[in-house]
Nanobody, 126 residues
Framework: QLQFVESGGGLVHPGGSLRLSCATSGDSLSYYTVAWFRQAPGKEREGVACISNAGSVTNYADSVKGRFTISRDNAKNTAYLQMNSLRTEDTGTYYC???????????????????WGQGTQVTVSS
């Protein structure tokens, strides 16, 4: 069963930076358009950033544009989310997943039955 595995979260002060990593458990990441999502306590999961399988197409939520950068290294079978200028409202559990690609990548998983990983916790607090 396809599942993506997230890592790299932690506790950081406002204005700080973190880099998250995403890998697959078995299959090659290069087959997939990858997105990062996040979920804050009491809120719905929301899309943050996505990148096409070749890395030529990216898309960002307005709330993170100019602060977050999504990238990938298919040779290392890993996708990344570089998060700079972090704010308290960026706090949440971050997940990665395979998503659909049209003229741009969108925050919709390739399958309604996709099994989400455990995510990685990001806490931004002074």
């Amino acid at each position: 069963q396809l599942q993506f595995v997230e890592s790299g979260g932690g506790l950081v002060h406002p204005g700080g930076s973190l880099r998250l990593s995403c890998a697959t458990s078995g299959d090659s990441l290069s087959y997939y358009t990858v997105a990062w999502f996040r979920q804050a306590p009491g809120k719905e999961r929301e899309g943050v950033a996505c990148i096409s399988n070749a890395g030529s197409v990216t898309n960002y939520a307005d709330s993170v544009k100019g602060r977050f950068t999504i990238s990938r290294d298919n040779a290392k079978n890993t996708a990344y989310l570089q998060m700079n200028s972090l704010r308290t409202e960026d706090t949440g559990t971050y997940y990665c997943a395979p998503v659909q690609l049209y003229d741009q990548c969108i925050f919709r998983t390739t399958s309604n039955s996709y099994s989400w990983g455990q995510g990685t916790q990001v806490t931004v607090s002074s």
